[in-house]
């Protein structure tokens, strides 16, 4: 029979059961009324199979399936031999202590004091918290810290999946281990790095952090080669300032230029999170004209801070702000590809039915042809929109939208409306779906300086201007639904009638409603515009039909339609957007999924006169999560006027493949190239074969690390400065935190 025992330190309890459980005669116990009060920390819960009290020796033997706990330590062994004159506790047999901070250690002899909490044994194993392994020929605990000496760690499984044994890819060998769960470091004394079985030279003390919160130290370095910078050298610096605040510093050294610092620094509190990040360096500036190799000598720096603070459930701030000192530093040091850097500070009010927003938008443009001075600041920009139900039978939503458009040098522009929209829908006896719209809507724009832009239908007329807008529309669509090829399909033919009065564009300025293109996107929207500066004010009658099939493992999803213009037509829209005429492009997007395994999407427009394809987009992603291929190729092929910016033609093709060759060995590679020509783009610089980035790798990744090395080139130039080539070494230990 298992029997079950609360120890105390004096173990007053223990004696008058040992008659009961063991072989030797002993003195009764005194009345349990006698017993001094029990202290509650100094309690040892334990049960046992069988319990012996040897009187003469005064020696304590529990043995079979032996547990006990004391403030948080749990043991578990085949016998425990407790000394009460000595104090010592001896497990015996498949020994397995745990700790509070959720350590555990294996061995065959342990042995402990009688409070649990020191000890040493032999040919032992610790199990960390983190998932970490340390086996030691010898281990001691005292006061919390432990010592293993002739000790190995790693964090990776030393067993396969089928309980076999293996090597892990990476560990720490080391004469002396020292664990101090107070400074939540792992410290090395002698240790030497294993990786793949070799041994690799480490410093003579080196630490790392023992669980799954960051810990001040140094983390891995960053090694890379490139045509401009030469070899690169980065060691970050981690500083744990607080279990919610940390900041890395990471000094980069080059053989070619002066060296850099990058610090970020981040941070969580009861309002959000942020984090701000700066990259700091001296050196030539790299000229963006053809007319100079280099520029004057200077600072050089990036700096990056986004965050988000929730004041209430209802109100949040969310931030994005993005600075460079020159046009080539983000590209030559590899911090970003982006040709523009967006900045953004929104406050923002979000309800089920309520929507606020009040942002203020800045950028900074980083492409050689981009005049700072001319690019707009939107401040502010508000928007807010009210959705209100059951508004005679359809719901309403009313919108309130305010804008200040800026240029140091260049045009300014002021907007501001009001909207209401009204929808209803229904169902008919005959299982049509008939949608009713009712939209107005009333601007007031202002603009000075129009003659700054150079792009004629962008500018407007200056001064004050007024337009109201208005629109009535149906939406009709009636699905039917039946099996086909062993799946179901659903064929909806869909027709929208949309009747609107002359409204005046022209007279007013578009900074908003630049890049419009007809696509199966917006084929049936109200206004084919993008943004708000612009309306399509023709009255018109849209149709198309949507088709999709569903089988096991197959499904296609495919959309086709049109729009026919009614009444006297406005030159509102650019030739070559599919728009113009009075009959619009025929535009359509198919989606075909087989399974996880193939992936497809196609979207087209093809003109109505002569079916030339003026849009033709396809991505292809064929394989499984761990070997596949990307293809994406893009051609616009409208005969748009070059100098309407927004609207350029052009042609792209993009690859990108990841090969599983073993179980943790992969290649992959990407590249992006430009097929513009001047038949396309008569402004365009490319001859229709002109890559604009590659890379390729190798990779090892398992469980516990990751090992790569990249080669990036950008062939973009931006003036006379061209990044070339890098080689990227990427080493990352995981079971590691910072």
């Not at 005064?58 to 000595?86: C, E, P």
């Not at 949040?316 to 530093?329: E, F, G, M, N, Q």
């Not at 832009?453 to 001064?463: C, F, K, M, Q």
């Not at 996107?521 to 084919?528: Q, V």
Request: net charge neutral; glycine share 8%; proline share 5%.
């Amino acid at each position: 029979m298992r029997t079950r025992f609360v120890w105390w330190t004096a173990l007053p309890l223990l004696l008058p059961l040992s008659a009961a459980a063991a072989a030797q005669d002993v003195p009764p116990a005194p009345p349990p009324a006698t017993a001094p009060p029990a202290d509650e920390n100094q309690i040892v819960t334990f049960s046992a199979d069988q319990v012996s009290y040897d009187n003469d020796a005064d020696v304590v033997t529990a043995s079979g399936d032996v547990r006990m706990r004391r403030d948080g330590n749990f043991l578990a062994a085949d016998q425990v031999i407790w000394d009460r004159k000595t104090g010592k506790v001896y497990a015996k047999g498949n020994v397995v202590a745990v700790t509070p901070e959720g350590d555990k250690l294996i061995g065959e002899n342990v042995q402990l004091t009688d409070d649990m909490k020191n000890g040493a044994v032999d040919n032992l194993m610790v199990v960390l918290e983190s998932g970490g392994r340390i086996a030691a020929r010898h281990g001691s605990r005292a006061n919390g810290v432990s010592t293993f000496t002739s000790a190995i760690y790693t964090p990776c499984p030393v067993t396969t999946d089928t309980g076999c044994p293996k090597r892990p890819s990476w560990s720490i060998t080391a004469a002396r281990v020292i664990d101090d769960p107070k400074s939540m470091r792992v410290r090395f004394e002698g240790g030497r790095l294993q990786l793949f079985g070799i041994n690799l030279p480490l410093l003579p003390v080196v630490s790392i952090a023992r669980g799954t919160e960051g810990a001040t130290g140094f983390l891995v370095p960053d090694f890379a080669i490139s045509s401009r910078n030469g070899f690169e050298f980065a060691l970050p610096y981690h500083w744990q300032i607080a279990p919610n605040r940390d900041a890395t510093i990471t000094p980069h050294l080059y053989t070619s230029v002066l060296p850099a610092v990058e610090v970020k620094y981040r941070e969580l509190n009861s309002l959000g999170a942020f984090q701000l990040d700066g990259f700091l360096t001296y050196g030539r500036v790299d000229s963006t004209t053809t007319t100079n190799a280099t520029g004057p000598r200077q600072l050089r720096g990036y700096f990056d801070a986004n965050g988000k603070w929730q004041l209430d459930p209802e109100w949040s701030i969310t931030s994005s702000l993005r600075v460079a000192t020159d046009k080539t530093v983000t590209r030559r040091y590899d911090i970003t590809n982006d040709d523009r850097l967006r900045n953004v500070v929104n406050v923002e009010r979000i309800t089920p039915d309520s929507y606020i927003s009040i942002a203020g938008w800045g950028f900074q443009g980083l492409r050689v042809e981009d005049e700072q001075k001319q690019i707009p600041i939107a401040l502010p920009a508000i928007d807010a929109r009210f959705r209100f139900n059951d508004i005679a039978g359809g719901h309403a939503e009313i919108q309130a939208n305010s804008l200040d458009v800026l240029r140091i040098d260049g045009q300014d522009t002021q907007r501001a409306f009001v909207s209401a929209e009204w929808d209803l829908r229904r169902l008919t006896p005959w299982g049509q779906s008939i949608t009713l719209t009712a939209f107005g809507r009333g601007d007031v724009y202002h603009t000075d300086d129009a003659e700054d832009t150079t792009v004629a239908i962008y500018r407007g007329v200056n001064g004050w201007h007024r337009r109201a807008i208005g629109a009535l529309a149906a939406d009709i669509q009636w699905p039917f639904i039946g099996p086909f090829f062993g799946g179901v399909q659903r064929l909806v033919p869909r027709v929208q009638f949309v009747l609107t009065p002359p409204t005046s564009n022209l007279d007013i300025p578009n900074e908003d409603s630049r890049s419009v293109d007809l696509e199966d996107s917006n084929l049936f929207a109200l206004n084919r515009f993008p943004g708000y500066d612009r309306w399509e004010d023709a009255s018109r009658v849209t149709y198309g039909v949507d088709w999709s099939l569903e089988r096991r493992n197959l499904s296609i999803e495919s959309t086709v339609g049109q729009s026919y213009r009614v009444g006297r037509l406005r030159s509102i829209f650019p030739e070559g957007t599919g728009l113009t005429d009075r009959v619009s492009d025929i535009v359509g997007r198919t989606h075909i999924r087989y399974g996880r395994f193939i992936d497809l999407t196609h979207r087209y427009r093809l003109d109505k006169d002569n079916l030339a394809v003026r849009r033709n987009e396809v991505d292809l992603t064929v394989g499984t999560t761990q070997t596949y291929a990307q293809i994406g190729y893009l051609r616009l092929d409208r005969n748009i006027d070059p100098t309407i910016e927004d609207l350029r033609d052009k042609e792209e093709l993009r690859v990108a493949a990841r090969i599983l060759f073993r179980r943790y060995w992969s290649v992959f590679g990407a590249t992006v190239i430009d097929l513009t020509d001047k038949s396309e783009d008569p402004l365009s610089l490319a001859d229709g074969w002109e890559p604009v980035r590659s890379r390729l790798g190798i990779q090892y990744e398992d469980d516990c690390l990751t090992l790569g090395v990249t080669w990036r080139r950008d062939y973009q130039r931006i003036g006379t400065f061209r990044k070339g080539s890098t080689f990227a070494i990427h080493l990352a230990f995981k079971g590691v935190s910072r």
